[in-house]
């Protein structure tokens, strides 16, 4: 729980105000058990006399990027699957994950950590299980003897159009070993503790997407695999290859590395349809 020293406290209400749990009784500066350690009375203090459960306070700096800079950085954002020959530095990708004490999470629950998978071996690896688990379950589903019961509880599936797409990933595979890695040196995997409950797959993306605008103004690219996640993401059996501690699962996955492409033009897509109500 974050420390209030009345000390220094003018009792200007600020950090009651915002505190999302409603967790604060300023009169004795007691937080109750409701506090969901999000820090927003930390942050809000004017007179910094509230103090963090993890770290210290840390002044707010000017931030310089206009909405024109981000607008900038998002039309040059793409996913890369084209990649150097050159390895991502160790300490880089610690601070691509250390930047992640910034992203929220639902209720503030924090569940996920990261795995940084950056050995060409392991690489490889995850590339190949990946493939193998996809094959298989595309070979399952589309059986016949299995098909007919799928249809039954999912009537919309397009099983013939299941039955191309296994073709053309055992052709792609044929002519690509890394089919799904993209050749990138490192990997990201977002995981946590099974849940039915949390909102740890909407987590896992949010922090992804921080870590590719952060990887991004780095001079890296990413690409989210979500194959890797389809594959992976509700069986653990290969996850201890990778370091994931039994009972968590992959809920994002995305690969890191330099561009060896550079893009001139921003893509040609539509924005969003939009309901005013
Ligand atoms: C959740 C998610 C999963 C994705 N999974 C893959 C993947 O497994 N392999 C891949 O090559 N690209 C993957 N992508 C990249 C998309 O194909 C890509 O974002 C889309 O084609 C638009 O291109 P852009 O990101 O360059 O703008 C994924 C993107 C998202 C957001
Ligand atoms: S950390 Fe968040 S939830 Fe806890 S007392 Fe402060 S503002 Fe409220
Ligand atoms: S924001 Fe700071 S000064 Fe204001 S009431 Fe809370 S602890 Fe006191």
């Known amino acids: 729980?974050?420390?209030?020293?009345?000390?220094?406290?003018?009792?200007?209400?600020?950090?009651?105000?915002?505190?999302?749990?409603?967790?604060?009784?300023?009169?004795?500066?007691?937080?109750?058990?409701?506090?969901?350690?999000?820090?927003?009375?930390?942050?809000?203090?004017?007179?910094?006399?509230?103090?963090p459960d993890h770290?210290?306070?840390?002044?707010?700096?000017?931030?310089?990027?206009?909405?024109?800079?981000?607008?900038?950085?998002?039309?040059?954002?793409?996913?890369?699957?084209?990649?150097?020959?050159?390895?991502?530095?160790?300490?880089?990708?610690?601070?691509?994950?250390?930047?992640?004490?910034?992203?929220?999470?639902?209720?503030?629950?924090?569940?996920?950590?990261?795995?940084?998978?950056?050995?060409?071996?392991?690489?490889?690896?995850?590339?190949?299980?990946?493939?193998?688990?996809?094959?298989?379950?595309?070979?399952?589903?589309?059986?016949?003897?299995?098909?007919?019961?799928?249809?039954?509880?999912?009537?919309?599936?397009?099983?013939?159009?299941?039955?191309?797409y296994k073709k053309s990933f055992i052709r792609r595979r044929k002519e690509n070993t890394s089919m799904i890695c993209h050749h990138a040196p490192a990997l990201l995997l977002f995981h946590g503790p099974v849940s039915k409950t949390g909102m740890l797959e909407a987590d896992a993306n949010i922090w992804a997407t921080y870590t590719t605008l952060y990887a991004h103004s780095m001079g890296l690219a990413t690409c989210f695999i979500g194959f890797i996640v389809k594959a992976f993401g509700k069986s653990g059996k290969h996850n201890h290859h990778f370091g994931i501690p039994p009972g968590n699962r992959i809920y994002a996955s995305l690969v890191v590395g330099y561009p060896k492409v550079k893009y001139k033009q921003e893509c040609s897509r539509e924005s969003p349809a939009v309901t005013m109500v």
């Open 1 to 51: 729980m974050p420390i209030i020293d009345l000390n220094n406290c003018t009792r200007c209400l600020k950090c009651v105000k915002d505190c999302p749990a409603f967790a604060i009784t300023i009169e004795t500066g007691v937080i109750s058990k409701n506090c969901i350690h999000c820090g927003h009375c930390v942050a809000i203090c004017p007179e910094a006399t509230v103090f």
């Open 55 to 164: 770290g210290e306070i840390v002044p707010l700096r000017p931030n310089p990027v206009t909405a024109e800079d981000f607008s900038l950085l998002s039309a040059g954002l793409r996913s890369c699957r084209n990649y150097q020959l050159k390895e991502v530095p160790e300490e880089m990708l610690l601070q691509l994950v250390a930047n992640l004490r910034h992203a929220p999470s639902a209720s503030n629950t924090r569940q996920l950590e990261v795995a940084i998978v950056h050995t060409p071996e392991k690489v490889q690896l995850l590339n190949h299980l990946t493939e193998e688990s996809l094959i298989a379950l595309f070979s399952l589903v589309t059986s016949p003897f299995v098909s007919p019961f799928i249809k039954l509880f999912s009537p919309k599936l397009d099983i013939q159009k299941l039955r191309r």
